[in-house]
């Protein structure tokens, strides 16, 4: 069973990375890009279990160790 | 508009950060988590148009700025 794990930044954190492809793209002639927000994605393959158990596992791991709940936030989604 | 550009590595690449992932689960107390992949998320801004073409402009800066193709692939999104 995989569980996705999304983690973006919070809005108004600032994002370098994102400023930095915008830049990029800006010079490399695309027009029409007016913003670039990155994030971080995680596959998690967990034993197979009911959804409701294995989305509260990626939750905590979420909540523990790929989030800074200060400036983050994350979704998670599970797949059968 | 938005478009949403993920990329993944490739079966097959090396993930050590899935892996460092992976091991401080288990030092953490977790069981049961076979493997965690990383990857990243971009989420781009982008004027409005048709569909058609804003997937095909988000497909072409994935290819050029945002994937590396030897060693990720990538899905693009769109979202009205």
Redesign the interface.
Known sequence: MKAIV?V?LKPGVLDPQ?VT?SN??GS?G?S????????????????N?DVAAVRA?AEE?AD???ANPVIETYTVEVQP
């Open positions: 999304t973006r994102g492809i990029a793209l490399m695309y029409g890009v007016d913003e670039v927000r990155s994030g971080k994605i995680f596959e998690l393959t967990l034993d279990g596992k791991i523990k160790l790929l």
